[in-house]
């Protein structure tokens, strides 16, 4: 992604295996396509899905390409090396690493795709115990929860309760922060007709320092976004906080109260999540 452009929210998983899939899944309004090579794709369909992808790819306008993740096989599958090497002459401008758990796995990405930023994906306790060291690996650009993996490998029940997965999305959520990473991105909501749990738990998520979830499904995109967007309300007092600071810097008061650096850093903020 470019710096200049604001930072996914969404980001919608597509077979790789399903390339009449992949403008379509661009037109939803996803800020970001994740292109899948690993979950959604059987072991026989592995090569038919990275030919798919790369010859995708080396087609895209520039624009659609710097929307497109691709997310590869583990590094510890039979697939991880041919996912590399298939990719390196289409040059993806984001690649989402699953089952990270060693800076070493973030470096052999990097020396196939130098330029590619990559999107840890933690989805075990051995993620979560060595995340600081994950965040901190050169080439990472944010990371990802994978809650479901993580549950299985922790034998979490969430369906009722996703208070197990608290404490590693604190982790995570804290890791990004340190590093200087952008906020970390909730997974999935599977629950496909289900609006109110999807956003309960991009609420939980948010509450936890997270900036962004994955989606399963285009359905999923637009109450996603509008619960991302501020409220007019809340629009509506950012932008006269910035006027009164304007006018009066370092003095401003506004409604009653003081201006002070906190309260101007927090309207930027608010208005940072407006997007066109």
């Known amino acids: 992604m470019s710096t200049s452009t604001p930072l996914p929210r969404s980001y919608l998983f597509v077979p790789g295996t399903r390339p009449e899939r992949f403008a379509k899944a661009l037109a939803t309004g996803a800020d970001a396509v994740v292109l899948d090579l690993e979950d959604a794709v059987a072991a026989a369909d592995k090569s038919a899905a990275r030919e798919s992808i790369a010859a995708w790819l080396f087609g895209a306008p520039a624009a659609d390409a710097a929307r497109i993740v691709v997310r590869i096989n583990d590094?510890?599958?039979?697939?991880?090396?041919?996912?590399?090497?298939?990719?390196?002459?289409?040059?993806?401008?984001?690649?989402?690493?699953?089952?990270?758990?060693?800076?070493?796995?973030?470096?052999?990405?990097?020396?196939?795709?130098?330029?590619?930023?990559?999107?840890?994906?933690?989805?075990?306790?051995?993620?979560?115990?060595?995340?600081?060291?994950?965040?901190?690996?050169?080439?990472?650009?944010?990371?990802?929860?994978?809650?479901?993996?993580?549950?299985?490998?922790?034998?979490?029940?969430?369906?009722?309760?996703?208070?197990?997965?608290?404490y590693a999305a604190s982790r995570i959520a804290i890791a990004s922060r340190v590093n200087g990473l952008a906020s970390p991105v909730a997974?999935?909501?599977?629950?496909?007709?289900?609006?109110a749990r999807l956003l309960h738990d991009w609420a939980s998520a948010r509450a936890q320092g997270f900036g962004a979830k994955l989606c399963i499904h285009p359905k999923q995109v637009a109450p996603l976004h509008r619960a991302m967007t501020p409220a007019p309300e809340a629009i509506d007092w950012a932008r006269r906080v910035l006027a009164a600071e304007a006018a009066s810097p370092g003095a401003a008061r506004l409604d009653g109260r003081m201006v002070d650096k906190p309260v101007v850093l927090q309207a930027q903020r608010v208005l940072a999540l407006v997007q066109p």
């Not at 997974?187 to 609006?195: A, I, N, S």
């Open 75 to 166: 590094a510890g599958s039979a697939w991880f090396d041919d996912d590399l090497n298939a990719l390196a002459s289409s040059r993806p401008a984001q690649v989402m690493l699953p089952k990270a758990e060693l800076q070493d796995q973030v470096a052999r990405v990097r020396a196939v795709l130098p330029n590619a930023g990559v999107l840890a994906l933690i989805e075990s306790a051995i993620g979560v115990a060595d995340v600081d060291r994950i965040a901190a690996a050169p080439g990472v650009q944010r990371l990802v929860f994978g809650t479901l993996d993580y549950a299985l490998d922790l034998d979490l029940d969430t369906s009722s309760d996703p208070i197990g997965l608290a």
């Open 187 to 195: 997974g999935v909501t599977p629950q496909l007709d289900d609006e």
